[in-house]
């Protein structure tokens, strides 16, 4: 039994104080994306994260219709948008469901997210 304040990043840590839209974001962006602190250990190496994307001068326009850019397509279905997968070409990954209204949800979160430091020297690399 552990006592005393929930250590950062811990799952008791994970479990409060949810900025809003967070959770939303986690649960769909989250298995790949690096969405906040409070992911210990989320996202895959080669997916950018959340902070880093706010870096990006057009990440609203890119968030904004990210089911069209690869590799989204193949598993994600946006209600009265996207075309059911093919049956003969169900998603290799568990698909992503969501709302146009979800999605601003998720947008407007992003735009709550301090943009990464990405070091003075950035734009020369
Ligand atoms: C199953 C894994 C997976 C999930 C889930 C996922 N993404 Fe991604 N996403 C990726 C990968 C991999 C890339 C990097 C693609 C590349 O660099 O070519 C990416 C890139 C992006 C990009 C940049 C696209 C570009 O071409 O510049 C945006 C924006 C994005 N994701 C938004 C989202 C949002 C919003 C969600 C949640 C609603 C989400 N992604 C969920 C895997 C995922």
Not at 86 to 108: A, K, M
């Amino acid at each position: 039994m552990l006592l005393g304040p929930p250590v950062l990043g811990s799952p008791e840590a994970a479990a409060q104080d949810y900025a809003p839209g967070e959770k939303l974001t986690m649960i769909n962006c989250g298995r790949c994306h690096k969405v906040s602190e409070k992911d210990r250990m989320g996202g895959i190496g080669s997916t950018p994260s959340f902070a880093v994307m706010r870096t990006w001068d057009n990440w609203e326009e890119k968030m904004k219709a990210f089911w069209t850019y690869r590799p989204h397509p193949s598993f994600t279905q946006i209600e009265g948008v996207t075309e059911p997968f093919p049956e003969d070409r169900p998603p290799f990954v568990h698909p992503i469901s969501l709302t146009l209204d979800e999605l601003r949800v998720i947008i407007d979160y992003a735009r709550s997210i301090e943009p990464a430091d990405l070091g003075p020297d950035w734009e020369l690399r």
